[in-house]
């Protein structure tokens, strides 16, 4: 083999990331165009311009997030186990939220009648608004942790209620992936739509990227000042058979800095966070749309990677018996399991991110009022 187990891990962790990376980009985008849609959008016309902006590509951007979740069940089974069954009731919102996107993107123009046009453009703004809001709440727990413990055969137990996940941190956190979102999807508006409505996203993308600034603010201070952190006090060989009750985990406020102390390079993620969004203000401003797509997308990766970084080595932190926690190094399959996932993405990655890239230049165009009437019935 390759690699050795140790470093089969970070490779996974980093993996994964780059997938919820890549998920947040691409159908984020979409997801913040969908948040927009009944507010941007002033007529049947302007809306119909906003749905075909993502019309070509929304479903194969959702592939991001089945990836994500699928290599989550390969190479962390304890993780999506255990998680899956803590936000049970938070995961099925998300679900059927996404099921009303692909019936309101596919019937919302069937028929001609405004009241059911109207009824798919909310159903269209639920199933774009839910998720995001969901994902950041889910993000915000993992930071105060999750109550579950582990019996003597690694069995998980959720104590909690879903009520419980709605604290004010995790809200604050909700907060800053809706707001990430909709400034995503407002660039993108600028770019690929024509004027009213381009203008508007312009304004909507300005003040969307001032939301996230502060409320990531507000979201660091809170984690250096009154959040307390996981930290591993004895951690056994990173080589050796995982075994999530092997190590010792203490509670101590300001641990979630603790890699951004002791590998100083990582600040760099929340000040690519901070300016990628700054950078939207400006370039929307100044009507750059390019450029402030490019810098939306700056700033998702920097506050992503802000979120992993301070967890790290962490995944899903317990609050219950923080030695239970799941981390790289104790919630991974095996060797040969990775190993093999490894050389599978290391092929079909390249090969899915080539054929995204082609997708988005090959049907690349401005959509206008006047082509979604000359191709009233073609187009969504």
Known sequence: MLFDYETLKLIWWGLIGALLIGFAITDGMDMGVGTLLPFIGKSDDERRVIINTIG??????????????GALFAAWPSVYA???SSFYFAMMLVLFALFLRPIGFDYRSKIADPRWRQFWDRALFVGSSVPPLVFGIAFGNLFLGIPFSL??????SFEGSFFDLFSPFALL?????????????????QLRASNPIT?????????????????????????????????????PDLNGLPDPQAKTV????????????DMPWTQLFPLLGFAGAASVCLCSRRNWP????????????????????????????????????????????????????????????PII??????????????????????NNHSAY
Do not use: K
């Open 173 to 189: 956190c909700g907060l800053v992936s809706s707001a990430m979102f909709t400034m995503h999807g407002a660039t993108w508006l």
């Open 199 to 235: 203008n508007r996203a312009a304004s909507v993308a300005g003040w969307a990227a001032v939301i996230v600034i502060i409320c990531f603010t507000i979201g660091g201070i809170w984690v250096y000042w009154g959040l307390g952190g996981y930290l591993i006090t004895v951690q």
């Open 353 to 374: 991110i080539s054929y995204t890239l082609w997708c988005y230049i090959r049907m690349w165009r401005q959509v206008t009022v006047d082509e979604i009437r000359d």
């Open 250 to 261: 203490v509670l101590q406020t300001g641990a979630w800095l603790t890699n951004y102390r």
């Open 82 to 84: 255990t998680a899956f």
């Open 151 to 156: 019996d003597e055969f690694l069995r998980a």
């Open 56 to 69: 070509p590509h929304w479903d194969g951007n959702q592939v991001w997030f089945i990836t994500a979740g």
């Open 290 to 349: 390019a450029l402030a797509l490019a810098s939306s997308s700056i700033s998702i990766i920097g506050i992503i990677l802000t979120a992993g970084i301070s967890l790290f080595p962490f995944i899903l932190p317990s609050s219950s018996n923080p030695n239970s926690s799941f981390t790289v190094w104790d919630a991974v399959s095996s060797h040969s399991t990775l190993n093999i996932m490894f050389w599978a993405a290391a092929v079909l990655l």
